[in-house]
């Protein structure tokens, strides 16, 4: 039977990736040992992620409450399991901006970068025909964009019109020469690392370059899981923060069954060492005052604001990303959710929230 590891099963990209690996036939070994709730505090615990991934998938999911710092453990699963392992999705990882990142460079290095290295040459050691794919961020361009045209509209910041990234920012940014934060240095590294093992040491790799992914399975925080937080804020008519910017800082967002589907086609057919910016697109974008409106809209609540003016250092003013190349070499692909549909389902599901207002 082909084998899938995952890391950072239980976080939202790594358990839809869990599901949809089994729903494909792999028996599916998942590395994932909460350190979200160390992150981001107790009610980002990724406990009850795991336990429904448990309960509804039964043998075909393994898991390993597991830091994937720990290489002998970690190497322990590549032994057993050597060639059979055909796909690993790498997603564990500290992921948050503010909060958590500059409090420790180090583990969070550690955690980010050393932790991929190690898995890294586990696939080259013991199943070096698996695809990887890697979950790298659109932080690794650091500040850059911020440095670029703009227009303050009434709810949103916008790229001048015309502007070479009008429809996206392709991959050609640079990446020097910004402000990266210790988050967006430690994703740099790993998403060189994993560029270093496909075009070089003949891996089947793929970095994929997210913004905001969502999904009702987050365990959105404060600090993490943007759509998540503000449709939690409004289904229970709770106050909320907007942090610089006036609140029209943009995103693009994409839901995570969409990124999921792109995962698909790379295991199908990989191009070793390619790099990816991947999300909504022009097709799903929102600024922060923009999201809290809609999930107005679908609560029935107004949701008191408050301004920080203090930004959050190295924070985008604006990101819309291409998935030109992506599309380029899958042409099938294309999101389907936009940020409407995303809140909606993020408040049908979580229907306790209602009873908790
Ligand atoms: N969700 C987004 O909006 C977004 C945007 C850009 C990039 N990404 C990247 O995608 C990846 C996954 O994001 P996510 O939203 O699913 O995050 P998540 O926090 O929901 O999931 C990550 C999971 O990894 C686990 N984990 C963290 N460190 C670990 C360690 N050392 N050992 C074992 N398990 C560990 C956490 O407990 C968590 O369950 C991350 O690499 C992140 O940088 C996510």
Same mark, same amino acid.
């Given at each position: 039977m082909s084998v899938a590891v995952v890391t950072g099963s239980a976080g939202l990209i790594g358990s839809e990736a869990v599901r949809m690996l089994t729903s494909s036939g792999y028996l599916v070994v998942g590395f994932d040992n909460d350190l979200r709730s160390k992150f981001?505090?107790?009610?980002? &615990?990724?406990r009850p992620t795991l336990r429904r991934l448990s309960t509804d998938l039964g043998a075909s999911y393994v898991h390993h409450d597991v830091d994937v710092r720990d290489r002998e453990a970690v190497g322990a699963v590549f032994r057993r399991y050597g060639k059979d392992i055909a796909v690993i999705v790498h997603a564990a990882a500290?992921?948050?901006?503010?909060?958590? &990142?500059?409090? $420790?460079p180090i583990e969070e290095f550690e955690i980010n970068a050393t932790a991929t290295l190690g898995l890294l040459e586990g696939a080259r050691k013991w199943c070096p025909e698996a695809v990887f794919l890697f979950c790298s961020t659109?932080?690794?361009?650091? $500040?850059?964009?911020?440095g670029l045209p703009m227009r303050e509209l009434a709810t949103r910041w916008e790229i001048e019109?015309?502007?070479?990234?009008?429809?996206g920012v392709t991959?050609?940014?640079?990446? $020097?020469?910004?402000t990266h934060t210790s988050l967006g240095m430690s994703k740099v590294a790993a998403d060189i690392m994993v560029q270093e093992y496909g075009l070089h040491h003949g891996l089947r790799t793929a970095a994929f370059r997210n913004c905001v992914i969502a999904g009702s399975a987050h365990a959105a925080s404060k600090s993490h899981g943007m759509l998540g937080y503000i449709m939690q804020v409004a289904a229970r008519r709770r106050p909320y923060t907007v942090l610089g910017y006036g609140g029209k800082q943009v995103r693009d967002v994409l839901h995570v069954s969409d990124l999921v589907r792109a995962f698909t086609a790379v295991i199908a057919d990989p191009h070793p060492g390619a790099v990816y910016n991947i999300g909504g697109g022009r097709y799903s974008s929102c600024s922060v005052l923009e999201a809290i409106r809609l999930a107005e809209e679908i609560s029935g609540h107004e949701v008191t604001l408050s301004f920080d003016?203090?930004?959050?250092?190295? $924070?985008?003013i604006w990101w819309i990303g291409s998935n030109e190349l992506f599309q380029r070499h899958y042409?099938?692909?294309?999101?389907?959710?936009d940020v409407k549909a995303m809140l909606q389902e993020i408040y049908d599901v979580n229907d306790g929230w209602r009873t908790q207002a």
């Open positions: 981001f505090g107790p009610e980002a &615990s990724t500290q992921p948050g901006h503010a909060k958590w &990142s500059m409090g $420790d659109s932080k690794v361009y650091g $500040d850059r964009i911020n019109a015309g502007h070479e990234y009008q429809n991959e050609t940014m640079s990446i $020097d020469g910004s003016e203090q930004t959050r250092v190295g $924070d985008h042409p099938d692909w294309a999101p389907e959710y």
